[in-house]
């Protein structure tokens, strides 16, 4: 063995250093907060900034097609700040104003369609109206959202007698053919005039 592979050789069951085998390290002391929990509760932290925020010039901001994410940095905070401040302050006004964004973006998306100049352009048109619809069919819905097809199903009770009653008739009326069946070939064996 040379010197290289011996500097190579590990412990059993150990990796490595430096391979995707070696153990990760374990992260401690995060805890989850729920929506009312943390900073947005009590105020301060990463939402902080937004206390003297009005969410309604937000809103309008983002209805004259501001990028939240510059809307955020304005703001001193982050776009997922942002958009959960949004949630819990003006959840309404907020959804809103998503749907009148997804509906300006299918709108453009679909002039784009028509306006393509090539087939790579065109598939990005597409995409993008797909998205669009997409954001909308979730978003909205009660306008936008597929609608489901009704399918009727009749049910019919039928009591146990009756069945009863239905199987005693179909087996009399079998036994009645069978009965004119072998009567006709009782009769054609008596009239020899029958025979070829």
């Known amino acids: 063995m040379d010197g290289s592979a011996e500097a190579q050789e590990t412990a059993p069951g150990q990796a490595p250093a430096g391979t995707a085998l070696e153990p990760r390290r374990k992260r401690v002391g995060r805890k989850k907060l729920g929506p009312k929990r943390g900073a947005l509760a009590n ?19 983002l209805v004259n097609d501001e990028r939240s994410a510059d809307i955020a940095q304005s703001l001193g905070v982050s776009r997922s700040a942002l958009n959960q401040w949004l949630l819990v302050t003006c959840e309404d006004e907020w959804k809103a104003a998503q749907v009148a964004r997804a509906i300006t973006r299918k709108e453009s998306a679909e002039e784009e369609i028509e306006g393509a100049a090539d087939p790579l ?35 019919v009770n039928v009591d146990a007698g009756l069945v009863g009653s239905i199987r005693e008739l179909i087996d009399r009326k079998s036994q009645a053919e069978d009965a004119e069946i072998v009567e006709e070939q009782c009769s054609n064996s008596a009239d020899p005039s029958s025979e070829v």
């Open 121 to 155: 352009s065109l598939a990005r048109a597409r995409e993008k109206l797909k998205s669009a619809q997409w954001d909308l069919e979730r978003i909205c819905s009660r306008i936008f959202g597929l609608k489901p097809t009704q399918v009727t199903v009749n049910t």
């Open 43 to 61: 105020g301060k932290g990463l939402l902080a900034p937004l206390d003297n925020a009005s969410p309604q010039d937000v809103i309008r901001r």
